[in-house]
Structure formats: C-alpha cells, structure tokens
C-alpha cells in the first residue's frame, strides 16, 4: 500500500510496477568526446621503408598522402589526448628522374575534450596531410626532413543500448564514414 501517489520511500519504490523491455533493441555509436589538431608546416623527420637499389641519392620528395589505416591510443588515464599514428605513402624521386613510393609513419598527439564521463569503447579518427612547398632533398631514407601540413579529428564513441518501440527491429544501414571530414585551409 503506497502512502501517497508521489512517495519515493524504500517500500513504495519495491511495489512499482518494472517497466517492460522492448522486444528488440540495437547498439547505437554515440560520439562522448573530439578532438582536432591542424598544424601548417611543422618539420617531421621521416623514417622510410628501404627504397630501391636502381634510386641513386640525393633524394627528394615530391608527395606525401595518409594510406591506411590511422591507429589511435589514448595517452593518458584521463583520455584527455590521444596518439595518433598516420601512415604515410611517400613519393620519392632521385637525380635521375626515377620515383619510387615509400612507406612511412607520423605519431602527433591530439587533444582531446570529453562531452560526458563515460566509457570510451573506440576511437576513431581521420586526416589529411600535405606536403609545404618547399625543396626537400636528403641522402640518408632513414632521416629524411619534411614540412607536413596536418590536420587530424579525433572520435572517442561508445556503444548505447537502444530498444526499438516494436517487435520488428529496423534494418542495419552500411556503416557511413564520420561526418563532417577534416578540412585543412
């Protein structure tokens, strides 16, 4: 027997009646924090994946593009940066005229702003580099000197249980790549 309508005492709570559970649900991915790094022209020393025996040096580079897949790590206890690894495809041309594409990596720390305190289950993240105009030559591929243009966004989601109103459970869309994309200007 309840008290009054609105009682909130320890034996009213055990007698209301437990909400029903949809009959089907699914799992939903919600941003809960971001991140955006934009950086003109800062010098990254590149390690690159051994060029060919036919290139003779001096080298120079002449295009750098993000290929494959990003890696972010939260840096701290706090999820309050995130390292992300870029990796980088490298045009690289000798004194002759002959180009090669070379592999190398990027790590840049991205800081990071959290909408709520709630579990981070992944990151995901997005970016785009351009090479600065400049002349880049060097000898030695495994400290090569670059001018990067960067821009890199950061997601940290979480998985939400949703319950569909009805017995029939919508369809699952293709995944969508995350919007909006990262704009270097």
Known sequence: MKHFDHC????????????PEAACGFL????VSQGRLQERCRRFCLSLSPLPRLLA????????QVNGDITVLPSDCCAQEAAVTLPLSVLVCDQKGDSHRAQA?????????QSH???????YAQAQVHLCPQC????????????????VQV????????YAPSPCAP???PPLPLYPQPRCQ
């Open 8 to 19: 909130q005492c320890d034996k009213c709570r055990q007698q209301r009646p437990m909400r």
């Open 28 to 31: 939903m991915q919600q941003i």
């Open 57 to 64: 040096p001096p080298y120079s580079i002449r295009d750098v």
């Open 105 to 113: 990596q990027i790590t840049v720390h991205v800081p990071l702003r």
């Open 117 to 123: 305190h709630e579990q981070i289950s992944s990151y």
């Open 136 to 151: 880049y030559c060097f000898d030695d591929p495994t400290q090569a000197s670059v001018f990067l243009t960067i821009c």
């Open 155 to 162: 997601f940290g989601v979480q998985l939400k249980a949703l």
């Open 171 to 173: 369809a699952c869309p």
